[in-house]
């Protein structure tokens, strides 16, 4: 795999939605898994949502659970983020990571993953 590419990052209102992409370059294989973190200057990444690419069964932080939807392509080499009702504190930089294998890990733990994205950048005012 040579690397993950977000897109669909950009500037909404509060309660609007925005789509998130993430594709594996390079025709990779499918990957263990994929997920979502983001990160706001001076907090540590947190987990946003995750997707086991075999059996599409997928997990959320609490803080999306009911608002943020992950999906995955027919080929599992494209995963998504639909962020619906957003609000100021999903203002983050959002990276994408994929985990090649599953070595264990909690989902939600970043040592986890073998590959991770630039980031996209969401900002939701008031």
């Known amino acids: 795999q040579d690397g993950l590419i977000e897109n669909g990052g950009g500037s909404v209102q509060a309660g609007q939605s925005l789509r998130l992409s993430c594709q594996a370059s390079g025709g990779s294989s499918p990957n263990f898994a994929m997920s979502w973190f983001r990160r706001t200057p001076g907090k540590k990444r947190e987990a946003v949502a995750t997707i086991r690419s075999g059996t599409g069964n997928s997990f959320y932080a609490p803080s999306v659970k009911g608002r943020f939807t992950i999906s995955q392509d027919k080929s599992k080499t494209i995963v998504y983020l639909q962020m619906d009702n957003l609000n100021p504190g999903d203002t983050a930089m959002y990276f994408c990571?994929?985990?090649?294998?599953?070595?264990?890990?909690?989902?939600?733990?970043?040592?986890?993953?073998?590959?991770w994205g630039l980031g996209t950048q969401v900002t939701v005012t008031a």
């Open positions: 990571a994929a985990a090649l294998y599953d070595n264990g890990d909690p989902w939600y733990a970043e040592n986890g993953y073998d590959y």
